[in-house]
């Protein structure tokens, strides 16, 4: 089998193309590198010792992608390709709808012409808003605090629709709690440009020297000590998760909608906590006031996953500590080392 993996240099994308090779399957990546670097795809085939065709492409770009699909056939589209940064789509919403939804439509619609009809979509569970509460389902009402969720939460619908019009679609959504930690061998793992938006980076940042302090955004929320409570997930559990959906739905008209979490929450100071511990190193904190759009708890009730794809999570906290930290060190300057 053939997976077509857009996004595949970035953080999970990266994480995900290593389990498929190494589960067997055939891969090609599609990534416009904007948020990511083509030396996580060295460091793929280092990894693997497999080799994979890279198509530096933007999805935005409707014939750079549909030359892609005409010089290969695909069997599946496994799609990671996006914005993520909450605060920055806050201030930028015009242009995570523009780069996320027409992105998105572009994809679809070349699939539908080239007959590829067997789709994984990484959603997030920033689409069930501010959550009356938990652990969260996938049945819950959904709605959005920000534009990244409000991004996620059309695609979804869209991907809906499009299998009310066109049946032969197997449509896997998967809605992600927060993936930190990185592959084990530290060859990989997550490497933002700028200041990094998502709390273990800017953690690694602090541990390593690079970065002063960490900014903790809010203390007054009801939780065990004041801080948002998150769902973490080794980014190594969440690829295999798309292995599952791959290795399960392909060819199984449908849509098929999975939290990927651990149903576990920890605070913001739990990870600091943690961190410190892993590392061997001082955390440095200041707080700071709430962001908008940021919810207080949020967890997920991932025993759909468990019963439908065979999946569940195995590593802990103390492994994506670990293995983050492993990561850092060996890359202090992520792939630009």
Wanted: net charge neutral; with cysteine.
């Amino acid at each position: 089998m053939k997976i077509l993996v857009t996004g595949g240099a970035g953080f999970i994308g990266s994480h995900t193309c290593v389990e498929l090779l190494e589960g067997g399957y055939e891969i090609s990546v599609l990534d416009n590198l904007s948020n990511s670097s083509e030396k996580s795809l060295e460091r793929i085939k280092e990894i693997t010792g497999k080799d994979f065709k890279f198509y530096k492409a933007d999805l935005l770009d409707y014939d750079a992608v549909d030359k892609v699909f005409s010089s290969e056939k695909f069997d599946s589209v496994i799609h990671f390709a996006g914005l993520k940064a909450v605060g920055e789509s806050v201030e930028k919403p015009l242009t995570y709808y523009h780069n996320n939804i027409t992105g998105t439509l572009n994809l679809l619609s070349i699939m539908r012409k080239h007959g590829v009809y067997n789709i994984v979509f990484s959603s997030s569970a920033t689409v069930y808003g501010s959550p009356k509460s938990l652990p969260i389902k996938e049945d819950f009402p959904l709605s959005t605090t920000n534009p990244y969720g409000s991004t996620k939460l059309m695609i979804e619908g869209i991907l809906q629709d499009l299998y009310t019009a066109d049946n032969n679609f197997s449509i896997t959504i998967l809605r992600y709690f927060n993936p930190i930690g990185a592959h084990k061998s530290g060859k990989i793992g997550e490497d933002p440009k700028g200041i990094p938006n998502n709390l273990m980076p800017y953690i690694q940042q602090v541990a390593i020297g690079k970065l002063p302090q960490l900014s903790v955004f809010g203390d007054k929320y009801p939780t065990k000590d004041g801080t948002g409570v998150r769902d973490y997930i080794h980014v190594v559990d969440l690829s295999l998760a798309h292995v599952k959906a791959v290795e399960k739905k392909s060819g199984h008209p449908g849509v098929y909608i999975y939290n990927v979490g651990t149903g576990n929450g920890y605070s913001v100071l739990e990870m600091v906590k943690a961190f410190e511990k892993a590392s061997g190193r001082e955390v440095k904190y200041k707080i700071c006031p709430n962001r908008p759009g940021d919810i207080a708890a949020c967890y997920a009730d991932a025993s759909k996953a468990e019963k439908e794809l065979g999946w569940t999570a195995k590593l802990d906290l103390e492994d994506m500590c670990r293995d983050g930290w492993n990561w850092q060190v060996n890359n202090p300057n992520g792939y630009a080392d």
